[in-house]
DNA sequence: CTTGATTTGTACGTATGTATT
DNA sequence: AAATACATACGTACAAATCAA
């Protein structure tokens, strides 16, 4: 529940609230949110305080918007393995805006930035890719 | 140059101009960057836009804010070596607000979440590790 | 195919609170 | 104590994309 005397703001509540549904399973992968409208009316709070509590979730990774359209629980994406050799070098780092629309990577995702120990340079996609150790 | 007429968002103006600048390295690591309303007045825009911008270049990871205090260019961690060992699997994604608080990461960073081939798992903050595998 | 309703996106203004300088 | 700077919160208006009839 939202509560204006708590002491924290409006909008990290309702983004607590709407984690927890996820995490719980309440809201399901796929599943869609309630209109921004609809969720200041439930919550008593207005729609500008709604939209940066979605705002924060879809950084996180959790949710996925586009305009016109309802918000989303992001799916998880099929996973492609990606080997390490020895001597191979791994970071992780969100994209920059350009790297995002190269690689298809929505908001909220991080990339691997993988040295190979000869010293070419890959980018993968976060939400697509686990890496594993082959020596 | 923001150009109303663009069709682009001002935010999104703003915050291309900024990134360029700090990938230009004019705005350098732990440089300061004008106050919000400042950087209204210069490019003719609302302080909300301009804090829209802003926010964007958080969530990539290139600013720092904190309350009271000017933004910043975020200034690159030392980071540690975690080792692989053949088996031993990563994935990587944005930490929870709980893992965010008690790993000290800030808004903006992932994580990497490695899951020995034993299966234990662990996290480690993206902005401060480096993983080499080692087979 | 067109229209109208719905939903998210952009943009501004205002006011007030809180932390730092 | 005062000024500065970021944070929260509301309201309004209109644009643009999508959806449903």
Sequence with gaps: MV???????????????????ITAGQLRPGAYLP??????????MSRTAVRRAIDLLVNE???TKSRGQRTRVREQRERR??????G????TRMPTEAERH???????????????AGGRVE????SSSTLRAIG
Excluded: C, K, M, W
Excluded at 108 to 114: C, K, Q, S
């Design 123 to 126: 980018l993968h996609a976060g």
């Design 3 to 21: 509560d204006r005397n708590e002491g924290r703001a409006l909008h990290r509540q309702l983004a607590d609230l709407l984690r927890d549904q």
């Design 35 to 44: 209109s921004e409208t609809y969720l200041g009316q439930t919550h008593d």
């Design 102 to 116: 190269q690689l298809g990577i929505p908001i909220g995702e991080p990339v691997f930035v993988v040295r190979r």
């Design 61 to 63: 990774g959790l949710l």
């Design 81 to 86: 393995v990606v080997l390490l050799a020895a």
């Design 88 to 91: 191979d070098d791994v970071e």
